[in-house]
């Protein structure tokens, strides 16, 4: 019976160590380990052009064709559109493009400009002979209506016809 206890106390003996051994194992610190990820970016600015209204070409019964930012020459009606730019801005137009017209006023005529702007003042201009600016870096953000006028002044008295120009507007953001 003294070596069916010995055997027992041996074999409760090496149950309990593996036990301990297992246990210490099961509850040791795991040791936690941090990374940190950072994330950088630049958004730059963004234009959007919207209600774009088509402007209306009037004639002084000679040789002009105008839609004047100028309120005051009574001739034609300026286009419009809206500009909504998340930061700051260039804007430039070009000259007339002819686009469908009767007569081709363009190659021969004396003045044809374009003008970007509002009625109280042109803030971007270009005309054929290459003249012109830029509306200089505008502060953003912006959200306005502007007005978008366009005149020709022919050498000879304008035809009869139907006449049709565009005028195109950039906005560039910086």
Known sequence: MKKIIQKRCAVGAIAAACLFAVAGEAFAQAVPDDATIN?????????????????????????V???????????????????????????????PQENGSTTNLLSNADVARA????????????????G????GIMAGPIDQTFSVGMFI???????????????VVTATPQ
């Open 39 to 63: 994330f950088t970016g630049t958004v730059g600015s963004v234009c959007t052009f919207s209600n774009v209204i088509d402007g209306v070409l009037g004639h002084d019964g000679n040789r």
């Open 65 to 95: 064709l105008n839609a004047s930012l100028n309120s005051a020459s009574n001739l034609g009606t300026p286009g419009s559109l809206d500009l909504n730019c998340t930061g700051p801005v260039e804007v430039s137009v070009s000259t």
């Open 153 to 167: 002044e022919a050498e000879q008295p304008i035809p009869a016809g139907s006449y049709n120009y565009n005028v």
């Open 115 to 130: 003008a970007f702007g509002q009625t109280d003042g042109v803030l971007a201009f270009r005309d054929k002979n290459g």
């Open 132 to 135: 012109g600016n830029t509306s």
